[in-house]
């Protein structure tokens, strides 16, 4: 790959893209950071499900009533962070993070979920890190389905290499080279 300021945006953005349609690859877990109710950083690993590399957003699906999701409804800024070990990229991204727990996009996607086995995942009758007494999950009917959409402002690319390390920040309309 050439490393010029047009390239590593492209590439960043194809593996991004696959990593949402390719269950195998190693951008698809990513961690998630944030801020807890009394500031502290906190992070977690999510999927990444969607990618809209035209509007800069990344999109997990999560249930609207997990810690994250109260976090980014009062501290909405956060980072995240992929690890890809064959090309030997970091790539932290900073982020906004927004919250989608009802209206029509929430539907679409309740509609298409709701007959997998991903489904389960949003009706639990207890919140997520609820203490349970047993291992089993009680079904509620309601579902709790929420989309995150995290809008990148800018990365940080990190590419380790025996040849030398490449680093640089992109924003939407920036490309600056950094010591690795």
């Not at 086995?117 to 291992?135: C, N, R, T």
């Amino acid at each position: 790959m050439q490393y010029d300021p047009t390239s590593i945006r492209t590439a960043i953005w194809e593996q991004l893209t696959a990593a949402a349609e390719d269950k195998t690859h190693p951008w698809r877990t990513v961690a998630l950071a944030s801020s807890n109710l009394n500031g502290a950083a906190t992070v977690r690993s999510v999927i990444l499900r969607e990618v809209d590399a035209a509007n800069r957003q990344l999109v997990f699906y999560t249930d609207k009533r997990s810690a994250k999701c109260q976090q980014v409804t009062v501290r909405p800024e956060g980072e995240l962070l992929f690890w890809h070990p064959a090309l030997q990229w970091q790539l932290r991204a900073v982020v906004d993070y927004q919250l989608l727990t009802n209206g029509p996009r929430v539907e679409r996607l309740w509609q298409q979920l709701s007959t997998t086995s991903a489904a389960s995942d949003y009706l639990s009758e207890k919140a997520p890190g609820a203490i349970l007494l047993s291992p089993e999950v009680v079904e509620s009917a309601v579902p709790n389905l929420a989309i995150m959409i995290a809008q990148v402002r800018e990365f940080d690319w990190l590419a380790l290499s025996k040849q030398g390390h490449k680093r640089a920040l992109l924003t939407a309309d920036e490309f600056h080279w950094r010591v690795p």
